[in-house]
């Protein structure tokens, strides 16, 4: 034998060993005797690379399963308890740096052209018309346009409206997951600057906050 033939059957023996394939010549041996017709079936061993990481998987899940399971101080709940209080303290020291973009005594209204046309399409992309009607006159939710408010009439009692929604059971819920700061500005901007018009059919006034005094 020369060392290339070395070499393949040194090849063989390795796939042989890996695959527990049975020898072709002695075949017979393993033939299970049930026969469909002509159609016989051998009882081959499940190739051994296979059952490796069949039993790897096994031994790796247990250990897994103990350590962190049994034994191992990690638990899935404290990791997420973690990243909650990680992303809370996050949230409050972004707030704290930017109180700008968090409070709303800085609202002010909009008066040009192309923010108040952007609140004028929210309204009705939003389905703020679906309650208060496309101009504003009311049906379930009340008239916009006129001075009587329940939750007031300043741009920043809208816009507080329209973020935390109006009193608990009455239908207007609350905005501020939905809406971007500048879409709920752009909104109450619009509410305001419909003030005193005419609708076609308006709801009657009602409550009790009378703007401007
Ligand atoms: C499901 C119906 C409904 C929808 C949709 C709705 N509203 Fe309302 N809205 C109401 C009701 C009902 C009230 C009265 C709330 C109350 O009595 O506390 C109200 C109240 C308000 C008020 C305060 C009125 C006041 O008198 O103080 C504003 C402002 C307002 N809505 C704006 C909006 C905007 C903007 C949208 C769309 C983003 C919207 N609403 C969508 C039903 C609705």
Redo the contacts with the bound molecule.
């Keep these: 034998m020369n060392k290339h033939s070395d070499n393949v059957s040194g090849w063989k023996k390795f796939m042989k060993s890996m695959t527990g394939a049975h020898d072709l010549a002695t075949e017979e041996d393993i033939m299970l005797d049930h026969d469909y017709d002509g159609i016989k079936e051998l009882d081959n061993v499940l190739p051994p690379w296979w059952l490796a990481g069949f039993y790897i998987t096994i031994a790796v899940g247990i250990f897994y399963y103990v350590m962190v399971y049994g034994f191992g101080k990690y638990k899935q709940a404290d990791e997420f308890a973690a990243a909650m209080d990680a992303a809370k303290k996050e949230i409050a020291a972004y707030k704290a740096a930017n109180p700008e973009l968090f409070n709303t005594d800085n609202i002010v209204a909009f008066t040009d052209a192309e923010n108040l046309a952007k609140g004028k399409e929210l ?1 009705a992309s ?3 018309t ?3 009607l496309e101009d504003l006159g009311g049906s ?3 008239n ?1 346009t006129d001075n009587a ?4 009439g300043t741009v920043i009692d ?1 816009y507080n ?2 973020a935390k929604g ?2 608990p059971g ?3 819920i609350a ?1 501020e997951s939905t ?1 971007s700061r500048l879409e709920m500005q752009q ?1 109450s901007s619009y ?1 305001i600057s419909m003030q005193g018009t005419t609708p076609q059919n308006p709801k009657a006034a ?2 009790d906050i009378i703007w401007p005094e």
Aim: proline content about 3%; overall charge positive; aromatic content about 14%.
């Design positions: 309204f939003k389905t703020c679906a309650c208060h379930i939710g009340p916009l408010w329940f939750l007031g809208v409206t329209i109006g009193r009455k239908g207007m905005w809406l909104l509410i009602e409550g």
